[in-house]
């Protein structure tokens, strides 16, 4: 059997107790005993994700509802706020469907300027807008209030803002800051095994997508809209990660969202403070610094691909040898999800023991 620790940015450890929920029977996905788990589990996540507004589930990764987004949304042309893996490949995403799309790119680690942001919308040519709020291939988390500040100049720009590492780790309030499309994966730090993607849609953004051709179905976001009036998915959904989900809204408000906040800033501050204390620096700068995850930059030149095979294969501990192109030149440490100040001691203590054999002597 394959126990690893996971500390690699997604998937993370998911507790015994999540594996369980999900061995509950499957039911008929039109059964009221399924219609009873869907409304069991809405107020949770209208709470979870600040709104008012319907929270929807689609049996898919992330990166279905960040495609199906944009074919619900664009009319004329998306702007792509990129800084990363993800939100560059972002732009791909919007050409491979056959829209048209400019990016407004910042060099891997850097923020998005709320300024630069201003000046790109100002020409009017953009009726939709990608960012990730937390690029995860880089630990660099982009300043979100200001920038849905500016977006609140620009009422026709319809805003998409993938929050799949950051979301549940710092408080993300969603109709405050007049976020249209918001969305998450079970896999980062909601600590659900891979499959189910959680987005919610404001009712401009619903507005736009009525005039929208060409949806789709799958992802085809009134679909998910008239199902939800019914407490259902348009499809067959994956009921087992349902049941998870459920059972993790539970355990999430037991802990509390502010207690839950903290936790996690706290063991990300070991994280830094290991990363300090060894010489180490972050890739980006400390105050748009990740608060689930660390990318170190590799200033000491350690051999990345050994330290990471070597702590894989002594210690059963799975960290990230850096994302791309940043390969090797930096490596990542997660802290998301149901981490402790007890596992986060462990996996450093480990990474120490492994690490003195990579340093220069
Ligand atoms: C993990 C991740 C994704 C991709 O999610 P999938 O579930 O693989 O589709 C997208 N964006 C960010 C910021 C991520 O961290």
Known sequence: MIDYKLHIP?????????????????????????????????????????TTDPVFLSTSSAWGVMEGALRNLCNKKVLCCMCGAFSDKWLDVAHRSGLEADALQVEWGQHIEPEDLKSKLSSGEYDVLTLVHNETSCGMMNPLADIMDVLKEFPDVISVID????????????????IDVILTGSQKALAMPPGLALFSVSERAFKRAEEVKGRGYYFDFLEFRSNHTKGMTPSTPVIPLIHALNHTLKTIFEEGLENRFLRHEKLNQMVHNWVFNHGFELLPQKEFSSKSLTCVRNNLDIDVAGFVKTLREEKKISIDGGYGKIKGKTFRISNMGNESEDSINYLLSQMDDVLSKFLPS
């Open 10 to 50: 997604g998937p993370v450890n998911v507790s015994d107790q999540t594996y369980k929920a999900m061995c509950t029977p499957v039911m008929g996905h039109r059964s009221a005993d399924f219609v009873d788990l869907y409304q069991a589990c809405q107020p949770n996540l209208q709470k979870l994700f600040q």
């Open 163 to 178: 929050t799949v590492s950051s979301f549940s780790v710092v408080s993300i309030p969603k109709d405050l800051w007049g």
